[in-house]
Every structure is written in C-alpha cells, then in structure tokens.
C-alpha cells in the first residue's frame, strides 16, 4: 500500500475504499465494467484491456467520476501499464486523482495525479481483481487518464501510446492489449510497404492485421530501413496517412499471408448491361477476380439478396480478404458478411472472436482503392461466400482471399491389438520362422548362406584387383620400351628387331671420315645439324627394297638423261630432276676467310680448356671425285686441303659433290 501524510489523502483513500467494499458486499460488482460519468473509451476483457477518462485525450470534464472493475482469470494476476497521467495537480491529489484499489486484499495503489505520477510505468500486483477510481473537481486543464492492463502471463505488455522510436533493437516482440484501435494516435503507411517508425506501433498492428482490436495479442516485428515515402490505406477499419522519408521502417510478421488461388466463381445473379451504344457487357461472376481488367461483377438490379461465392478448389486457411469496386462507374460495396462452408451446401457465418454475432465488416469508401480485413481467427472452407450488406449505386464487387494452405496434422491411429483366431499349442521344439510369406528359413542356415555369399564376393574382388594391377604393370613396361626406342605416339612404329634407333644403323657402302669443326661458344650442349638433307633412315631395312630417293643417282647407277623437250616432260618411268642454272654458282660457298701462313687456329674457344673438337662425319669419297685431285679451291683461288691441320685449313669447309 503507499502511504503519504496528510488527513486529507486518508479521508479520501477511506472514502474510496468504503464505496467498493459496499458494492462488493451488495454483490453488484461483474466480471468486469465501468459505471459513472466520467468514463471514456473501455474496452474490457479477461485477459487484457484499456480504458480512458472522458474526452481523452482532450480536457476531462468537472465534477465527474468513474469507476472501472478488473478482473483476470483465477490463478493469475494483473499487470496494469500507464499511458498517461495528466491530472491537474493539487495537494494530496485532492482536486482530480486517480486510486487503484483491491477491495478483498484491502489495498489501494494512489492516489496519483500530475505532481504525483506511478514511479514506473508498468505496476506489478498480487491480486485477480482491481478496482480503478477516478474523480474530478472544479479545474482548468488536463488531458485525463489512459490505462491498460493484462495477466501476469504477459509480463511485455506495453501501453497504447508506445510507438516504433521508443525501440532501438532491430526485432521486437511485445504484447499489444485491446482497446488500442480508437485511442489517439496517427499511423504512415500501408502492410505491403511497412510503416513508418513514429507510428503508434499497436495501432499499426491492428491496421496490418496482426492482431484484433477486440483480443489484442503478441506482436512480433522489426525495424527495418526506412523508405522515402509511405502510401495511405484503409484497412481493418483504420485509416493510414502518407508519410515522407523516415530513418526506420516497421515491418510486422505474418505467417499465412499469401493470396490464394480462386478455381471457380458463382453469384445469386450477374447484371447484363446495354450501353447507349447498343453493346452489351455482361457484368458476370468470373469478373469478380482482383487482378482482372475492366469491370467488376454486378449483381442484377432485381434481385434482393444478392451473394457472390468463391470456390477455392480445396479447404485452405483463410486469414483475410481484399475488396475493390468497379471503378470505371463508381460501384461499390461499402459492407459486407462473409459466410464459409465445406461442401458448398452448409454454410456457417463468421462471428469474429466474440462468437456471438455475424461480424459485419467494413468495406470500400471508394471504387478504386483496395480494402483489407483480417480473419482473426482463421477460418478453414473450401467455399467462401460474401454477401453485402450497404453499397454505392450498386451492388458491384472485385475480391481475393488471403491465406496459405491448410496444415495437415494426422491424429496416431489407436492400437487395436490383434487376437488371432486359433493360438497354436507350443512345442517341444518350436521352429524360428520369419514373418514374410512363402518364406521360411532357419537363422543358423541364414547366416552359413551370408558368410558363403560374403566369401564368393571378396574372392571376385581380390581376383579383379589382381588382373587390374597386373594389366597397369604390363601397359607402363610396354610405354617406357617405346619412349627408350624413341617411338612416340602418332609416328609409324618400327620393329625393334629390324631398327631400334637412328645410332644402330651401319652407312651404306661406304666408310665415315671425320671432319672437324671447332664448337662456338654457347652452342656446346647442341649438335650441328648437315647443311645438306639426308635420306630417311627410318624406312631402311635389310628385307626391305629401297624406296625412290629424292636425290639425283650416280652414272655408275644405271642412270641415264631422258629424252625431254621440256622440264615438265618425264617420258620415262624414272624421275627427272631439275638442273641448277648456268650462271649462278652451284652450291653456296660457306664464309670463310683465308689464314695467313703460320697461324693456327685452336678449334677449341678460350675459355674452356682441354675441350675436344666436334667432329662430324660425312661419307669417304674418291680422289677423282673430287676437283683438282682431293683439293679445294677456296674464295679467290686459294688452295685449301680437307685434313685437319692443313695449311689453309677453314674450320667450315666441306666437301662438295661435282655436278654431273
């Protein structure tokens, strides 16, 4: 209990409690409600609710007072959240106060006013039931009282007033009471888009669908970036305003939103139109899809109670619905019922959460806007019927339904044993038997067959791994025979026993002399190849006739001129060979300058010392092969001989054929 000084707060705290013990003791005291003049906006339920002074949040009247009953269900307590506190202030709160009393516990809470306020925000109590006393005298300003409560089993409770800055993490979980729809407070932006931060964050929620304002419930959210703008819609009766750039945007969770799929339409009737053009529009049921362009379903001007009905192929959870008029003529439906049935016979009307009467729900101001109320609770149909109730000019309508599908939970099938007809007597040596029919094996023959079967399978497995191996073995043997022979991959392969390398092969009919030639520097590990194309080695074999050559034969060869006129004739089966011309040399003179006499020169480069000279080896030939007697004439008439060490010797001279 708080305690003050002052006779005046006691007579007043007395007098309180004097009131609500006698109305408890004429058991006149309900479950819950208000009694007085001095009573704004109540909204009471057994789990939570709010209530206000009158004209909040506008001046309170004089001399007026209510009193409001509290009560949770049994074994829990209340939670009660001020919003605001605005009393005129006085000493001792005598003027306007506010008192919160238990009269079974015989405590009281109070009294409060502007120059004594609640220490927090959130009062815990230890009582069921509570009685809330508010009283005025003559005064000049003050907004009033505004005050909601829920059970100890939502201790996240926050009041009305509580909006999306006063948070700075990026997900919030609270629990909104009800009563928050028509309490002051302005919302931006639209469940699509998200709403502004300085939204009052309950009343966005009843706006977006999330909770009833008639239950209240948790809310789940997050602050997410905010966008540049936020457009107006009007949904669950409230109404949003466009609101500009904000640094953070609130985003509300919702499980079961998705628009739902409409396999077939029906209506009690369809308006045919004649224009005053003579053409006809038929104004049928199927026109009745949202997203379709151009008008909408009407129903016949003649008809009374007209319907229109939804077929969504199979029972699905619906959360909601979106109306929209025709806006091409300014039709519109501005309420409606809304009725679902299983079988599309049986049809059972919504009643909302109270459960006690058909909840008519609000529908367009407009014909081009779009309209969105909440199911809540859900409803589970396969048909959905809307039937409206007040319209604009006439009764025309485009709808869809919103929901997801409905979760299937099987309940466990109950065991029911079963009791064979005949029990068979046991005996002496019963026989294991398996339950397949038509098959009947004994465990000890079962597993000598797996241990057999398992034996059979790795011996193939080994035997298959052997022959692998064997076969990789033989495959890279084979490879590096042919890369030591020099055969590679793509080149006509030879037998080894006719020719293995170019090294074995013998020179035909004739010896090798050797002929020096001193290395030049940085060319030591490479080997000088002929300047003169040598016939193809590769084809020669013992067994084998020599293929046609390229090279022009000897006379002692059994070659002779053909007859022929011109270089294209070729009147025999031999090959004729084109002759050099006249006056240009024969062949190529190497450079090569003449040494003067007495000189040497080392075949072996400075630098390295006791390095060999290269040599290379060119066929033998006669004396008379050769001009001037087995000499050479080199550039300018200079004798040169072809030993090595010769006088005039040229490290690049070579040995040229006479032309025939």
């Not at 004649?274 to 104004?283: F, K, N, P, S, T």
Request: a neutral charge; glycine letters at 10%.
């Amino acid at each position: 209990m708080r305690t003050g000084g002052g006779a005046a707060r006691w007579a007043l705290v007395l007098a309180l409690l004097r009131r609500c013990f006698l109305m408890a003791s004429l058991g006149l005291r309900p479950a819950g409600g208000q009694d007085g003049d001095g009573c704004g906006h109540t909204l009471l339920t057994p789990h939570s609710g709010t209530l206000s002074s009158k004209n909040y949040p506008g001046t309170y009247p004089n001399h007026t007072a209510c009193r409001w009953w509290l009560r949770a269900p049994p074994g829990t307590s209340l939670l009660l959240a001020f919003g605001d506190v605005d009393l005129e202030p006085s000493e001792h709160c005598a003027r306007s106060s506010l008192l919160l009393a238990d009269p079974q516990a015989g405590t009281a809470y109070g009294p409060y006013c502007k120059n004594a306020v609640p220490a927090t925000p959130l009062l815990v109590t230890n009582s069921s039931s509570v009685t809330v006393l508010f009283n005025s005298s003559s005064h000049r300003s003050g907004r009033g009282l505004l005050l909601s409560y829920a059970t100890s089993q939502h201790p996240d409770l926050v009041s009305c007033l509580v909006r999306g800055t006063h948070y700075t993490q990026e997900h919030i979980s609270v629990y909104c009471p009800a009563g928050c729809k028509d309490i002051e407070g302005d919302i931006w932006g639209n469940p699509s888009q998200g709403y502004r931060d300085t939204s009052v964050l309950c009343k966005a929620a009843v706006h977006a669908g999330v909770v009833a304002d008639e239950l209240g419930g948790q809310v789940s959210l997050s602050r997410e970036k905010g966008i540049t703008l936020y457009e107006s819609a009007f949904a669950n009766g409230l109404h949003s305003k466009r609101g500009s750039l904000s640094e953070k945007r609130l985003l509300f969770h919702r499980a079961c939103g998705d628009t739902l799929e409409v396999a077939a339409f029906n209506a009690s009737s369809w308006w045919h139109e004649v224009d005053a053009l003579g053409q006809d529009r038929a104004w049928v049921a199927e026109r009745a899809a949202l997203g379709s362009a151009g008008h909408s379903w009407a129903a016949d001007p003649s008809s009374e109670a007209a319907w229109l009905e939804l077929d969504l192929g199979t029972r699905r959870n619906i959360t909601g619905i979106i109306t929209k008029g025709s806006s091409e003529h300014n039709y519109y439906v501005r309420s409606y019922r809304v009725s679902s049935s299983r079988d599309g016979k049986n049809w059972k009307p919504y009643r909302g959460s109270s459960g006690q009467e058909d909840k008519v729900f609000e529908g367009n101001s407009d014909s081009h806007g779009e309209v969105f109320n909440a199911f809540i609770p859900s409803m589970a149909a396969r048909y959905v019927r809307v039937t409206p109730q007040s319209w604009h000019q006439r009764v025309a309508l485009k709808l869809a339904l919103v929901g997801c599908q409905l979760a299937r939970v099987r309940a466990p099938r109950p065991y029911v044993p079963s009791v064979p007809e005949e029990v068979p007597v046991p005996t002496s040596h019963p026989a294991s038997r398996t339950p397949i029919p038509g098959v009947a094996l004994d465990p000890q023959q079962a597993g000598s067959m797996l241990l057999v079967m398992l034996l059979i399978g790795g011996f193939v497995l080994l035997c298959s791994s052997l022959l692998l191996l064997a076969f990789l073995c033989h495959r890279k043997r084979k490879l590096a025979a042919e890369l030591n022979c020099g055969v590679m991959k793509g080149y006509p392969k030879v037998e080894s026993s006719q020719v293995c390398s170019l090294q074995s092969l013998q020179p035909p009919g004739s010896m090798l002399t050797s002929f020096p030639t001193p290395p030049m520097l940085g060319d030591l590990g490479q080997t000088h190849s002929p300047e003169y194309a040598e016939p193809d080695l590769l084809q020669v074999s013992p067994s084998s006739q020599p293929g046609p050559s390229t090279f022009k034969p000897f006379p002692d060869e059994g070659y002779t001129l053909p007859l022929v006129v011109s270089h294209y004739d070729v009147p025999g089966k031999r090959h004729e060979y084109a002759e050099p011309l006249p006056p240009e040399p024969e062949y190529a003179t190497p450079f090569c300058e003449p040494e003067a006499a007495g000189t040497h020169r080392s075949p072996c480069p400075a630098g390295l010392p006791g390095c060999p000279a290269l040599r290379y080896d060119a066929p033998t030939l006669r004396p008379a092969e050769l001009p001037g007697g087995g000499r050479t004439a080199g550039p300018g008439g200079v004798e040169t001989r072809s030993a090595e060490g010769s006088p005039g010797h040229c490290p690049l001279s070579h040995v040229y054929h006479e032309a025939l």
